[in-house]
Nanobody, 124 residues
Framework: QVQLVESGGGLVQAGGSLRLSCAAS????????MGWFRQAPGKEREFVAA???????YYEDSVKGRFTISRDNAKNTVYLEMLNLKPEDTAVYYC??????????????????WGQGTQVTVSA
């Protein structure tokens, strides 16, 4: 069973930064499109960013210019660098693996393996 383990969440003041990591147990990892999603209390899970095998990236509009997704295939790890954090970024952040047959970036239903999530809290 493939596992994804997130880390790096925490409490930060507005304007601060965090880097999330997602370690995958799957090998090979390099061919997989990986994504980050988030879910705030009382809200649906929403797409944040994704990266494919060719290092092509895709972002939700509200995080463009502030968040950067990257991957290190040698370490089987995906990262989410978050800068200039805002209180509205507060959520549980999840790493996910997209189905190999999918070409859709932002629909959580297209992702079949999920991590347990890591809490990010941004204070005003």
């Amino acid at each position: 069973q493939v596992q994804l383990v997130e880390s790096g969440g925490g409490l930060v003041q507005a304007g601060g930064s965090l880097r999330l990591s997602c370690a995958a147990s799957e090998r090979p990892f390099s061919s997989r499109t990986m994504g980050w999603f988030r879910q705030a209390p009382g809200k649906e899970r929403e797409f944040v960013a994704a990266i494919n095998w060719a290092y092509t990236t895709y972002y939700e509009d509200s995080v463009k210019g502030r968040f950067t997704i990257s991957r290190d295939n040698a370490k089987n790890t995906v990262y989410l660098e978050m800068l200039n954090l805002k209180p509205e970024d507060t959520a549980v952040y999840y790493c996910a693996r997209r189905r190999s047959s999918s070409t859709v970036w932002g629909n959580p239903a297209e992702y079949d393996i999920w991590g347990q999530g890591t809490q990010v809290t941004v204070s005003a």
